[in-house]
């Protein structure tokens, strides 16, 4: 059974319903942009990361925008983020690398 979020849904859902909302590319970049460090829009963070999404964006352990980030693009995929997603197999932290490389 896929894991589900406090909120009911899957993070499958959850990325499908914000491609629904913003479109694939838009969620593409927007994850691209978090794996590389910069910022994007609270509503992607939430819609990636779910609840979890307001610790972290109340200064929690950042490195979960990007292990989200990259489980988006599991689900949401264009070729604009594969370098970013390369690059994120060297991160630092270990759960981005093994996220990445899935």
Known sequence: MPSRSLWGLTPRQS?????????PAGVVAGCVELLS????????????GGPAARAVLGGGQ?????VWSARA?????????????????A??????REMAAK
């Open 62 to 66: 950042q490195y979960w925008l990007r």
């Open 73 to 89: 693009l599991l689900y949401a995929w264009d070729e604009m983020a594969r370098q970013a997603v390369l690059d994120a197999l």
């Open 37 to 48: 460090r910069r910022d994007a829009d609270d509503a992607l963070v939430f819609a990636i």
């Open 15 to 23: 990325i499908e319903m914000e491609c629904a909302r913003r479109g």
């Open 91 to 96: 991160d630092e932290a270990w759960r981005v």
